[in-house]
């Protein structure tokens, strides 16, 4: 392959795992795998999450992306590291910047100070209803995502916490 189409296979890969991400969470992890995801969003102490188990599941997935792409298709594994590229900067993101997992800053401005709102404002609802806010890593307007929590708490759709500000 040449270089430009290894970077664009690359950068493809990284912006299609965001909206295969958006879709796990929305229609899996909210859908019939809530059992992994639950304890997510529940307040707990601990280290580990069953949520967690998403990331060994995607993690081996790619990891066979690796093997196949080595043996059989240099574009496989060209994809497989925009995957694993999405996979850090998920990690960073998601459970260092907005759960703080790894870090401690919350930020004062800025997309950054975005991502975290649209995060909390995705966890404001109770239960697998409903929502707002799936991707890891492009936010919407965080005005917009109170709008629909309140549309859907209006709705009945979704039971939305009070501090939502929804």
């Known amino acids: ?3 430009p189409a290894i970077i664009l ?4 890969a990284v912006l299609g795992m965001e909206a295969f991400a958006w879709w796990a969470h929305k229609y899996i992890m909210h859908g019939w795998g809530w059992g992994w995801h639950r304890d ?14 998403y990331a060994v599941t995607f993690g081996t ?6 093997l196949i792409g080595y043996l059989y298709s240099e574009a ?3 994809a497989a590291l925009g995957i694993t590229l999405y ?7 998601h459970d260092g910047l907005v759960h ?3 870090f401690r800053w919350v930020p004062k401005r800025g997309y950054a100070k975005r991502l975290v709102q649209a995060h909390k404002l995705h966890h404001a609802t109770v239960g697998k209803e409903g929502g707002v806010s799936f991707g890891f890593v492009f936010a919407a307007d965080p005005a917009q995502l109170k709008a629909e929590l ?3 708490r209006e709705a009945g759709i979704a039971l939305v916490r009070d501090s939502a500000g929804a």
């Open 9 to 12: 296979t690359v950068v493809l």
């Open 150 to 152: 309140k549309r859907q």
């Open 40 to 53: 997510h969003h529940e307040p707990h102490d601990n280290v580990f999450e069953k949520n967690d188990l």
């Open 76 to 78: 496989l594994w060209w």
């Open 61 to 66: 997935i790619v990891f066979f992306l690796f």
């Open 100 to 102: 703080q997992r790894y």
């Open 1 to 3: 392959m040449t270089v």
């Open 87 to 93: 996979g850090l900067i998920y990690t960073v993101i």
